[in-house]
């Protein structure tokens, strides 16, 4: 069955520690992305990777790191320098971002909390 | 650089009243414009989307049409139904370029 997996569903995090969000996909997209959604608000954009082996910042990277080593694996850490972690986080995948008309795949998402 | 201007929610309606969402957007390029559907504690479905100026997207008894001459991409449904309570985003994507967002706009459907 292909798709974004996305574990776990439920993360907390106690101060000072790093925690790491998975992200593996199977749809053989080029292009994905971390997403971080605080409650009522929109999706603000933290991470992207258009190929293998590079990375971009979004809009909101600081106090996160990615790593982008094989096609169907994103994960994103979120380390201790993030002061309010707490949000909903979405993965998401891409075909090919060179098209305007290549709709984004979501992930069912991670719930991180601060213990 | 480009943007997405969303109706502030919440929307509350009756079941079977007539929904519109507005959704506005500026960009430089020629946008492909999509409509993704949030149900809770879950992540963006897509709902329907639209490629070029003039085209129609629908699906699920919802409908959105490519406004060029008004920037424009609202949302519309004849007659809601409880189900369709979740959030909606309107979204844009230029070649080469990150999607684009707008804030969302949550919807309840009351029986």
């Known amino acids: 069955d292909g798709g974004i997996t996305q574990s776990p569903k439920y993360l907390f995090r106690k101060e000072g520690q790093n925690v790491t969000l998975s992200c593996e996909q199977n749809l053989n997209h080029d292009a994905m992305y971390w997403y971080r959604q605080d409650p009522g608000q929109g999706l603000r954009l933290i991470y992207y990777s258009q190929i293998v082996n590079d990375f971009q910042k979004g809009d909101i990277a600081e106090g996160y790191s990615v790593s982008r080593e094989k096609k169907e694996s994103f994960p994103l850490t979120v380390t201790s320098a993030q002061k309010n972690p707490t949000a909903f986080y979405l993965c998401?995948?891409?075909?090919?971002?060179?098209?305007?008309?290549?709709?984004?795949?979501f992930g069912s998402g991670t719930q991180l909390s601060v213990l | 650089g480009n943007s997405v201007t969303q109706m502030e929610g919440p929307v509350t309606l009756s079941e079977e009243a007539f929904l519109t969402i507005n959704c506005t957007y500026t960009a430089t390029g020629y946008p492909s414009l999509f409509w993704y559907v949030q149900y809770p504690g879950e992540g963006l479905q897509l709902l329907l989307k639209?490629?070029?100026?003039?085209d129609k997207g629908s699906n699920k008894g919802f409908e959105a049409t490519y406004r060029k001459e008004t920037t424009s991409f609202h949302l519309e449904k004849g007659s809601v139904q409880v189900s369709d309570s979740a959030v909606y985003f309107c979204a844009l994507s230029d070649p080469g370029q990150n999607f684009v967002f707008g804030p969302g706009t949550r919807l309840s459907v009351l029986p």
């Open positions: 639209a490629t070029k100026a003039d």
């Open positions: 998401a995948t891409r075909l090919d971002s060179r098209l305007a008309n290549e709709k984004l795949f």
